[in-house]
């Protein structure tokens, strides 16, 4: 069974672009969580997906949005980029919304601001 | 509301030695509690979970951690440290009756073994 997968793996924009990350997650997985990872402020909830619907937020402003497709896989959209974006995102997948006990992280998308 | 705390950012310690890297949560539900394990440029990786039942978790990679409601704490260890333990370790909480998938982590541990 493969494993949740994140294109592209690395990324690099400058300021004021927009930039969209994809996750594929296991097969059969129908929850998509992303998470940002920074050296400051360390990994944080951004937004989850079940079925194609946004099902619970974290603080981060408006830039960060998503989505989620009929074939579960899920996008993640940063507009007008800021230097302080650039980190590691991180996408997990599970069967069903709340299963954190089983949830699987994909190798991540690191984003390079300039 | 919860939370996460790892006591320590950089832990080092000799090979063949005890690794122990300390965390407290604070829930106000009986919580998840989780640790991963993070080597550099990669993803993160299921060390072990505690959700119920014994309190004594073993993972992968011959660690494990024990959960003490009384203490709020998860603590992690492993008899004797190997080269290929050196990475970043992260303790985390979830809420086990949300219907959200979210988890809150702790800021990390970096653990580095001297040879």
């Known amino acids: 069974k493969a494993g949740v997968t994140q294109t592209p793996r690395y990324l690099i924009k400058t300021r004021g672009q927009q930039v969209t990350l994809s996750c594929s997650p296991i097969?059969?997985?129908?929850?998509v969580s992303w998470y940002q990872q920074t050296p400051g402020q360390g990994l944080q909830f951004l937004f989850e997906y079940f079925s194609e619907t946004q099902r619970n937020k974290g603080n981060f402003p408006g830039r960060f949005s998503g989505r989620q497709f009929s074939n579960s896989r899920s996008e993640m959209n940063v507009s007008t980029l800021e230097l302080g974006d650039s980190a590691l995102y991180l996408c997990?997948?599970?069967?069903?919304?709340?299963?954190?006990?089983?949830?699987?992280f994909g190798p991540g998308t690191r984003l390079t601001v300039l | 509301a919860q939370s996460v705390t790892q006591l320590g950012s950089h832990v080092s310690v000799s090979e063949g030695a005890l690794v122990l890297l300390r965390c407290n949560y604070s829930?106000?539900?009986?919580?998840?509690l989780f640790w991963y394990v993070q080597y550099p440029n990669q993803g993160l990786q299921l060390l072990l979970k505690y959700t119920t039942g014994a309190t004594l978790v073993k993972g992968i990679n011959g660690f494990e951690a024990e959960f003490k409601k009384s203490e709020t704490s998860f603590h992690l260890t492993k008899p004797s440290a190997h080269m290929s333990d050196a990475a970043e370790y992260f303790c985390a909480v979830s809420d086990p009756y949300s219907s959200a998938s979210k988890i809150i982590f702790g800021s990390g541990t970096r653990l580095s073994i001297r040879p």
């Open positions: 829930s106000s539900v009986p919580p998840y």
């Open positions: 097969s059969g997985h129908r929850s």
């Open positions: 997990a997948s599970s069967f069903r919304s709340g299963e954190t006990n089983e949830q699987f």
